[in-house]
């Protein structure tokens, strides 16, 4: 069973940065792709960033050059780093991974981003 663990949420001012870090047990993390979705209170969950096995990335219209995503396959990890944060970020934060192959997918628990004005 793949296992996925996002870390790295808290509470930050308007402005500030955070780094959020997704970690995956599985022995092919290189034949993942990596997404980082969020989803506030009452509405639907939506794509914040995508980092495919070739290293291309993809972001959601509203990042607008914000936010940077990574990937580590030597670490079995991927990375969200977030700067100029807004109140409108606030949201719980899931990572996903997609096998690029079998298309098995696996989503972490989630870990909550609080952006206060």
């Known amino acids: 069973q793949v296992q996925v663990v996002e870390s790295g949420g808290g509470a930050v001012r308007s402005g500030g940065s955070l780094t959020l870090s997704c970690v995956v047990t599985?022995?092919?993390?290189?034949?993942?792709?990596v997404g980082w979705y969020r989803q506030a209170p009452g509405e639907q969950r939506e794509l914040v960033a995508q980092?495919?096995?070739?290293?291309?990335?993809t972001y959601g219209d509203f990042v607008e050059g914000r936010f940077t995503i990574s990937r580590d396959n030597a670490k079995d990890s991927s990375l969200l780093q977030m700067g100029s944060l807004k109140p409108e970020d606030t949201a719980v934060y899931y990572c996903?991974?997609?096998?690029?192959?079998?298309?098995?997918?696996?989503w972490g628990q989630g870990t909550q981003v609080t952006v206060s004005s």
């Open positions: 996903n991974v997609q096998h690029r192959l079998t298309r098995a997918t696996y």
């Open positions: 599985s022995r092919q993390f290189n034949f993942y792709n």
């Open positions: 980092i495919m096995t070739d290293g291309s990335t």
